[in-house]
C-alpha cells in the first residue's frame, strides 16, 4: 500500500461510470514496486464537468490523469497538445501534464493514446509480429480506432473494419479515409451484416480483434461471430474484453481449434504500463505486474 505523505504525487482517473475500473490497483501496484511517490485515484467525471476537471490538473500540479468514456473522444478540446496517433483515432486515453528540464510539471498538458500501443504491445510480448499482416476489426468506439491507427503506423498490411449501422459507422469510414490518406495500410469499411464478407474477410486475415462491447455484461451471452465456421485455425483471435476472462466468441475460436486467443488482459496492462512511463518516464517490471494482477 502506498504511504501518503505531503510530497505525494496526484494521477487522476476521470470517466463516468467509473468505480469498477482496474486501473487504480493496476497503477498503483506499479508505483509502489518502481519506488514512486505517487498515487491515482478514481473520479466520476462527465462531459459536463470535464473542463473544469482538467483545469485541475493544472491547478493541483498534477502529473496527468487517465481519461474514459465518455470523455475520451472530447478532450483534446482542453487540451495544449495532442500526439499524432490519438489526433487520428480521435480518442485520447492519457492526459499528460508535461515536466520541465528540471522534472516540475509545467501545465502545458499534451493527450496520448495508450490503447492501441498497449494492445500491439501485447501481441509482441506473445512473439507475434504484426507487421505486413491483414487484421479484421469490428467496432468502431475509442479502443477500436486506437488499435487500428496505431497498428497502421506500425505496419500492418490491410484492415477491414466491420461495424453495425448504427451512429457510430460513419466514425468507422473516417477512421478507414485517416488511415489510406496517412499511413501506407490500405483500410476499408463494412457493414457488419454482410456476414458472408466478413467470413471471407476473417479467412483471407491473420489477425482478429472484436474491440466492441459485447462480451460485456449485460451482453456476456452473445457473440458478433455466428458460428466457428468464421474462424481458421492459424488466425489469431483478440477480444479486448477481460472481463468475463472468455467470451462467447473466444470460446467459439477454441472450440473450432484455433490456436492463439486471447482477452484483454494484456492490452489493459499494457496501455497502464505505457500511461505510467509517460507520467514517471520508468519502465514496470512486466512479470511482476502479470503475477499480482493474475494475467
Known amino acids: 500500500m502506498p504511504n501518503i505523505t505531503g510530497h505525494t504525487e496526484l494521477v487522476g482517473l476521470m470517466a463516468y461510470p467509473i468505480r469498477h475500473s482496474q486501473s487504480p490497483t493496476t497503477h498503483n501496484l506499479?508505483?509502489?514496486r518502481n519506488g514512486d511517490d505517487?498515487?491515482?485515484?478514481?473520479?466520476?467525471?462527465?462531459?459536463?464537468?470535464?473542463?473544469?476537471?482538467v483545469q485541475s490538473i493544472r491547478a493541483l500540479k498534477m502529473l496527468g490523469s487517465n481519461v474514459s468514456m465518455p470523455n475520451k473522444t472530447v478532450v483534446h478540446q482542453y487540451l495544449d497538445e495532442v500526439d499524432d496517433a490519438a489526433r487520428l483515432c480521435g480518442a485520447i486515453n492519457t492526459v499528460v501534464n508535461v515536466r520541465d528540464e528540471n522534472g516540475e510539471v509545467t501545465g502545458y498538458l499534451k493527450g496520448y493514446n495508450t490503447d492501441g500501443m498497449g494492445y500491439w504491445r501485447g501481441?509482441?510480448?506473445?512473439?507475434?509480429?504484426?507487421?505486413g499482416k491483414k487484421l479484421v476489426l469490428i467496432g468502431t468506439g475509442g479502443a477500436a480506432a486506437a488499435i487500428a491507427v496505431?497498428?497502421?503506423?506500425?505496419?500492418l498490411a490491410s484492415i477491414e473494419i466491420f461495424n453495425i449501422k448504427d451512429k457510430f459507422y460513419d466514425r468507422g469510414v473516417d477512421i478507414a479515409k485517416l488511415i489510406n490518406e496517412n499511413t501506407e495500410c490500405k483500410a476499408e469499411m463494412h457493414d457488419l451484416?454482410?456476414?458472408?464478407?466478413?467470413?471471407?474477410?476473417?479467412?483471407?486475415?491473420?489477425?482478429f480483434c472484436d474491440a466492441t462491447g459485447v462480451g460485456?455484461?449485460?451482453?456476456?451471452?452473445?457473440?458478433?461471430?455466428?458460428?466457428?465456421?468464421?474462424?481458421k485455425p492459424d488466425l489469431?483471435?483478440?477480444?479486448?474484453?477481460?472481463?468475463p476472462r472468455e467470451t462467447v466468441m473466444m470460446k467459439q475460436a477454441k472450440d473450432a481449434g484455433v490456436k492463439t486467443v486471447m482477452n484483454g488482459l494484456s492490452m489493459m496492462l499494457f496501455q497502464a504500463l505505457i500511461a505510467i512511463e509517460l507520467y514517471t518516464g520508468k519502465e514496470t517490471d512486466v512479470e511482476y505486474m502479470k503475477e499480482q494482477l493474475g494475467i
Open 150 to 155: 496505431r497498428g497502421a503506423l506500425d505496419g
Open 193 to 207: 451484416a454482410d456476414l458472408d464478407l466478413l467470413k471471407e474477410k476473417m479467412h483471407e486475415a491473420d489477425l
Open 123 to 131: 501481441l509482441k510480448e506473445a512473439g507475434i509480429d504484426y507487421k
Open 38 to 53: 505517487v498515487i491515482q485515484l478514481a473520479f466520476e467525471v462527465d462531459n459536463d464537468s470535464l473542463k473544469d476537471a
Open 30 to 32: 506499479a508505483y509502489d
Open 236 to 243: 489469431i483471435v483478440t477480444d479486448t474484453v477481460y472481463a
Open 216 to 231: 460485456i455484461h449485460p451482453l456476456e451471452d452473445l457473440s458478433n461471430i455466428p458460428d466457428g465456421s468464421f474462424f
